[in-house]
């Protein structure tokens, strides 16, 4: 019989994978796929049959799993036009700089921070100052 520390293991890997797959990371489907691997030696090891069935039938849904999200993810990055990827920009800054604020808000702060940093790039663009030359710095003693 095996160490049943094994199952404690193979649960916290099982776990990682759903983090890092909960957090968008690839890596989170492949920790899932690799710990069904791990179930089924286990299932077998210990002759729980269950696990090895178990882990087939979650094997299967993580690797379905990660090629739907794949092929969301791309087919996402690929729609948003540049002033769309602004935007999304936009929101997350506002949602890290004040996350009380409400959504529409929170909309409407991204317009008017979207239209400011294009005023400003374009004014740059008009005024470019001339480089001023840079000064020796002072010694230290």
């Known amino acids: 019989m095996m160490n049943p520390a094994w ?10 994978g759903l983090l890092l797959a909960g957090r968008k990371k690839s890596l989170g489907w492949a920790f899932g796929f690799f710990a069904q691997g791990l179930w089924a030696m286990y299932g077998v090891a210990t002759g729980q049959y269950g696990f090895v069935i178990g882990s087939l039938i979650y094997g299967y849904v993580y690797a379905l ?15 948003k036009t540049p002033e769309q990827q602004l935007f999304d920009l936009a929101q997350q800054m506002l949602g ?16 008017v921070l979207i239209r400011f940093s294009k005023t400003a790039a ?6 470019k ?4 030359p840079k000064m020796p710095r002072a010694r230290r003693r």
């Open 122 to 127: 374009a004014w740059e663009k008009e005024n």
């Open 96 to 111: 890290i700089a004040s996350p009380d604020v409400s959504l529409i808000d929170r909309a409407r702060y991204a317009e």
């Open 65 to 79: 799993n990660w090629f739907t999200w794949v092929r969301s993810d791309k087919a996402e990055k690929k729609e």
């Open 7 to 16: 199952s404690y293991v193979l649960t916290f890997v099982g776990s990682v």
């Open 129 to 132: 100052a001339p480089e001023r």
